[in-house]
């Protein structure tokens, strides 16, 4: 199944669309993998969360790839309008397994070259 990465590298992001996305699968939010298993060489990422086909976040304390609905006051999932209220909203857990469709990384270690320049895009010149 295709799913998205997105980079993060300071204040520019780039997404990246994987086609076979087994090599991440077990990978748990905290974990640094080889960027050149999404195509940037020399890159080493670090997953910081994603969501699954229907919308739901990951969150880091929810251990394995289940989906529960847990008691939320703040932070990833839930975003209260004033203080003191909690909420029971579905999360998903923190591994990443066959229904993540995007994965979202920030850069730990960059490569040689640029990841514009090895996604081919960045400077495009517009026709008149």
Do not use: W
Request: hydrophobic letters at 35%; glycine letters at 14%.
């Amino acid at each position: 199944m295709a799913f998205k990465v997105v980079v993060s590298q300071k204040e520019v992001t780039h997404q990246i669309e994987v086609e076979d996305g087994k090599a991440l699968n077990g990978l748990v939010i905290g974990d640094e993998f080889d960027g050149g298993i999404v195509g940037l060489d020399g890159y080493t990422l670090k997953v910081t969360g994603g969501a699954d086909k229907n919308g739901f976040t990951m969150k880091k304390d929810v251990p394995g790839t289940r989906r529960i609905k847990s008691l939320l006051s703040g932070g990833i999932g839930y975003h209260p309008k004033s203080d003191g209220v909690k909420r029971r909203k579905t999360v998903r857990g923190n591994t990443i397994a066959d229904d993540i469709v995007q994965v979202n990384t920030v850069v730990v270690s960059a490569g040689s070259k640029a990841i514009a320049d090895i996604l081919g895009v960045g400077d495009e010149e517009e026709e008149e």
